[in-house]
């Protein structure tokens, strides 16, 4: 069974480490997720791809999970081709800058980094030309840390309600990232201030009921963000192993 096409740069042992991984995590997620008195269904394990080839996530993939996270623009465009044909549900986590709102509409169904209203509205805008929708969270820095990325939890309300005026963006929850580095005690108030945040916007009604999706969690800590209540976590080392920055 060797024609050209069958032959992957992946050797037998590479991909058996992949499919391996990605056991072990769905295993985890779901034992976490059963323990915190909710369904293994509930969470989705979103695959964090940056700096990987496309041949190991056609691996993922073809293993069963269909939720790819990717953190620039460039990459998502640069990898969408060579897996279309397993048509991914793609999701942008990293953070976007207003002029690649375009390109990242071509392929991405969903915006997890919205943290400010001129970026929401540039979305908006496209949107109204291609007379499309997009799903997207509102990135929130609960770190308590300085950061140049997601919202203050205080400004929240004000965003969410200015960008669900704008029409064309469906709102599918909140999204956190931990600050790196940080021990899982040090994390733990991240994720439980995003998830009373969340239930404090649904309960006045600045976000619908429906938009109740928390993404946070990655490779070190999803267990413990699937107990404080994630229903997306983001894991990319712990499935393909260190990333290659060169
Ligand atoms: C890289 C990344 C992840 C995954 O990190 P790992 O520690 O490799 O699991 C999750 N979320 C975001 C936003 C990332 O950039």
């Known amino acids: 069974m060797s024609t050209p096409d069958s032959v992957s740069p992946l050797s037998a042992d590479d991909i058996a480490a992949i499919t391996g991984n990605l056991d072990e995590v769905a295993d985890r997620a779901r034992a976490a997720a059963e323990a915190s008195g909710r369904s293994g269904d509930d969470v989705r394990v979103l ?3 940056k700096t990987q080839p496309a041949e190991k996530i056609r691996v993922a993939l073809g ?3 269909t939720l790819i996270g990717e953190n620039k623009v460039q990459e998502i465009t640069g990898k969408a081709e060579a897996l279309a044909d397993l048509d991914p549900e793609t999701h942008l986590i990293g953070p976007l800058q207003r002029n690649k709102v375009n ?3 071509r392929h991405a169904q969903c915006i997890q980094s919205v943290d400010n209203l001129p970026l929401a509205e540039k979305i908006n805008n496209r949107l109204d030309v291609l007379d499309e929708t997009v799903d997207y969270f509102i ?4 770190s308590r840390e300085d950061s140049k990325f997601g919202v203050a ?3 929240a309300e004000e965003l969410i309600t200015a960008t669900r005026a704008l029409g064309r963006m469906r709102l599918r929850g909140l999204m956190t990232i931990g600050l790196p580095g940080s021990s899982p005690e040090e994390i733990r108030p991240s994720y439980s ?3 009373e945040l969340s239930e404090t916007l649904r309960g006045s ?14 490779s070190g800590d999803f267990e413990l963000a699937i107990a404080e209540g994630a229903t ?3 894991v990319g080392s712990s499935i393909f192993g260190a990333r290659d920055y060169s």
Do not use: C, K, Y
């Open 153 to 155: 939890p205080e400004d």
């Open 193 to 195: 201030d995003l998830r």
């Open 139 to 142: 990135q929130v820095n609960t």
């Open 63 to 65: 293993h069963g999970f």
């Open 205 to 218: 009604g600045v976000m619908p009921a429906e938009a109740a999706e928390l993404s946070m969690g990655m």
């Open 103 to 105: 390109h990242t509409l």
């Open 47 to 49: 695959l964090a791809t």
């Open 232 to 234: 997306i976590v983001r």
